[in-house]
């Protein structure tokens, strides 16, 4: 059995798998590691693909209440030639993952041009639910955050990880979905349904609001709210990959758009 940083045994065995990056840096990847196994009871499994976290700083992460801490050195298989993406999938199934989080570095945009960055890659390879940060900002001292919804199909995954941080920020959660202007009836409803259906998912969690907000361009109306918010957190695109880069998404133009954390879920 792996144990924790504190020789304790893990929780519920399932870890969340913390991806950094950048080592030294990634706390958006950290936090959302924390929160979540602090959500779900679980420990956190932090793992830097080709270099070793740095544990003093890993530890410092984790509050006082949260869960115990892996760490996993992949160091030697860089002379393999696996790729990142390759050995984050295998982590996620040897440790039998519950969820893998990373952040994007400054130095990869997402949705544009047609080679795909490291950040998609582990993505698209991950055999189970992926959280994305932007790595704008920081996500701890949080007081609101902003969740766009549309009845897809990261709606589950998309309010779990707002909950996750609202509960261990004590922030406030605005389930937000926009409708056309002068939408009819039938649009309106199938709009409330999906604010209906998102609420299910907070569960007796109490510090919500829901807002159905008219507007044509719903990443536009996103963008200019986001001033109000210190978060967002959205499903990601249900349009394929080629799709996206040819047409756009509403994800990847709120996450160009705005200057605060925007955090992506990916089910699947």
């Not at 609420?199 to 969690?205: E, H, N, S, T, V």
């Amino acid at each position: 059995m792996r144990m924790g940083e504190d020789g304790t045994s893990p929780r519920n065995g399932r870890p969340v798998l913390g991806t950094l990056l950048d080592p030294t840096g990634d706390t958006q990847a950290r936090e959302l590691s924390f929160a979540l196994a602090r959500e779900a009871d679980r420990p956190v499994r932090l793992l830097s693909p080709g270099r070793v976290p740095d544990a003093q700083g890993s530890s410092t992460a984790a509050r006082a209440d949260g869960p115990p801490v892996q760490f996993a050195c992949t160091e030697s298989a860089v002379g393999t030639g696996r790729s990142p993406a390759d050995i984050v999938a295998q982590e996620a199934v040897d440790a039998g993952a519950d969820v893998v989080t990373v952040e994007r570095p400054s130095s990869e945009s997402p949705g544009t041009g047609l080679r795909r960055e490291t950040t998609d890659r582990i993505v698209g390879n991950s055999p189970i639910d992926t959280v994305v940060a932007n790595g704008n900002g920081e996500l701890d001292d949080l007081a609101s955050i902003l969740v766009p919804v549309a009845g897809g199909p990261h709606t589950d995954l998309t309010v779990r990880v707002a909950r996750a941080l609202a509960d261990r920020e004590n922030a406030w959660i605005e389930l937000f979905t926009v409708v056309p202007t002068g939408a009819d009836a039938d649009r309106r409803s199938a709009a409330a349904g999906h604010l209906a259906d998102a609420r299910q998912y907070l569960g007796d969690f109490e510090e919500f609001d829901t807002w159905l907000y008219e507007a044509d361009d719903p990443a536009a109306a996103i963008a200019e709210q986001s001033a109000y918010y210190d978060a967002i957190v959205m499903g990601a695109p249900t349009k394929s990959h080629f799709k996206r880069v040819v047409f756009g998404s509403t994800t990847d133009s709120v996450d160009e758009s705005v200057d605060i954390p925007v955090v992506t879920a990916v089910s699947k």
